[in-house]
């Protein structure tokens, strides 16, 4: 190489050579590609991950009122005339299926009923944790 060529020339004659070995493969590359191509109009257009679902949803005809169960199906409210989970448990006890189009299944017993409710009532009393007063400097200065 002569000494008098710039640093900026010897870069971009070492790029041309690169540019002219590697430009012939992309170019085999696309037109593979291409050729592949053809087969497909375009590509699939891309969904966002708020419109994604696993399956579509379709009309519920059953539901179990467990630990699991979400939302109280229409048909559920329509039938037995309660709108919450829990008054549905507190009516007919855990674990109750319900099925569309056929009759409900039976209420427990207003004894079993007010035992089930005590005991709720019960947990939810124990679960109350007494904390201790704060006092703050300034309200003891005083």
Not at 44 to 55: D, E, F, I, K, V
Not at 70 to 89: H, M, N, S
Request: proline share 7%.
């Amino acid at each position: 190489m002569p000494r008098n060529e710039s640093i900026e020339q010897i870069i971009n004659a070492a790029a041309e050579r690169v540019v002219q070995r590697i430009v012939p493969a992309i170019q085999r590359a696309l037109a593979e590609a291409q050729a592949l191509g053809a087969a497909k109009t375009r590509p699939a257009a891309r969904r966002s991950a708020g419109t994604q679902r696993g399956r579509p949803r379709g009309e519920m005809t059953r539901w179990v009122a467990d630990n699991r169960a979400r939302r109280v199906p229409i048909f559920v409210i329509e039938a037995t005339g309660l709108d919450t989970k829990k008054k549905i448990v507190a009516k007919f006890g855990s674990n109750v299926t319900f099925e569309k189009g056929k009759p409900l299944p039976p209420a427990l017993a207003p004894a079993a009923n007010a035992l089930k409710i005590e005991k709720a009532r019960a947990a939810a009393a124990a679960r109350v944790v007494a904390r201790p007063q704060v006092v703050r400097k300034a309200a003891a200065a005083r």
